[in-house]
């Protein structure tokens, strides 16, 4: 089974939900005046630590990716919780470095630790929870026909740094580390997503790819997407390593996991509120299609991206590439 079909399954069966019904990047319930927003996100080192990755920048993600949820939401973190699954052969250097790295990340995000928990497992599990509180929600549903689509931050590096550690790829010191950057040490966008409650209308985080949020985003509200890929914030070094393998930096920028970055619907009246930097990428539409327009017209926009234990990516792109080789930057 897809990872969406198990999710269906059990929502038939969990009928008692918070005031925000489950399907967004976090839960939420109404206290008084604000909301209490919480998530939790697992990372397993099989298919989310990629060999190259210290300790402490495992440690350190486990914070972000649970962070990056409250932050999409519009919340501000208020604290963080995790289990540890560890197996019995793990060192307990590499057991430091990760708490190491949950300390580092918690200074970055001025969280408090609230509770933790230890058990044996077959492979090493970090399942982190992250609570915030938000004046306003935003919602993967909010998106409507005349606003803008915009993200944060630059697009394809995370998955143009694994691409480069995966094939042994020759690439300058300076293009390494930038890729480097995002691939291994992504951060969330917290003062972003709470800047955006105040007026933007509907958000998401970018973790299983452009694509497949603006998937999302589209379902969820009923609408229609329309892209312009000249507009996509494409980070440096992205276009050098498509280069070396004869790749679309268009397509590695909508198929790159694990960004972080947010993406978001605003009206054109609201932008000048905005006090940090993004990119406007498209417009929300009626029509419910999600496409890329250019010159040669409209090209619909494939689910490109990650789904645990399948990987929706067509035969005819992003070649020479295998579905496989697309499972990461999870891992």
Not at 59 to 64: E, I, L, Q, Y
Not at 218 to 228: F, R
Not at 307 to 328: G, M, R, S, Y
Request: include cysteine; charge should be negative; hydrophobic fraction near 45%.
């Amino acid at each position: 089974m897809r990872e969406s079909e198990i999710i269906e399954l059990f929502l038939r069966h969990l009928k008692r939900q918070g005031d925000l019904p489950l399907g967004d990047d976090a839960g939420a319930l109404k206290l008084g005046d604000r909301w209490l927003v919480a998530t939790n996100d697992m990372l397993v080192r099989k298919t989310d630590v990629p060999d190259i990755m210290t300790p402490e920048q495992v440690g350190f993600k486990a914070v972000t990716m649970n962070v990056s949820d409250i932050a999409s939401m519009g919340a501000r973190p208020i604290g963080f919780l995790f289990s540890l699954g560890i197996p019995g052969d793990l060192d307990s250097d590499y057991l430091e470095g990760i708490a190491r790295g949950i300390g580092e990340a918690l200074d970055f995000y001025d969280l408090p630790v609230l509770s933790a928990d230890t058990n044996e497992a077959d492979d090493l599990i970090i399942d982190g929870i992250a609570l915030g509180f938000a004046e306003r929600l935003l919602t993967r549903s909010g998106a409507r026909p005349g606003e803008l689509v915009c993200v944060t931050g630059d697009l394809g590096r995370a998955l143009a740094g694994y691409l480069v550690w995966k094939n042994g790829l020759e690439v300058s010191d300076a293009v390494r580390k930038t890729l480097y950057e995002k691939f291994l040490e992504p951060k969330a966008r917290v003062e972003e997503g709470v800047a955006l409650s105040r007026v933007a209308g509907s958000a998401i985080d970018i973790s299983d790819g452009l694509a497949k949020e603006l998937h999302l985003l589209a379902e969820m509200s009923g609408v229609g997407i329309e892209v312009y890929p000249e507009r996509l914030p494409i980070g440096k070094g992205v276009e050098d390593v498509a280069g070396i393998l004869d790749l679309d930096p268009v397509e590695v920028a909508l198929a790159s996991g694990e960004e972080f970055e947010l993406v978001f619907t605003i009206s054109p009246e609201n932008v000048e509120f905005l006090d940090f930097e993004f990119s406007v990428i498209g417009r929300v539409v009626s029509e419910r299609e999600v496409v890329m327009v250019n010159k040669r017209g409209r090209t619909p926009i494939p689910k490109l991206g990650w789904e645990h234990f399948e990987i929706e990516v067509p035969d005819n792109i992003l070649k020479p590439l295998t579905v496989v080789e697309l499972a990461v930057p999870r891992g």
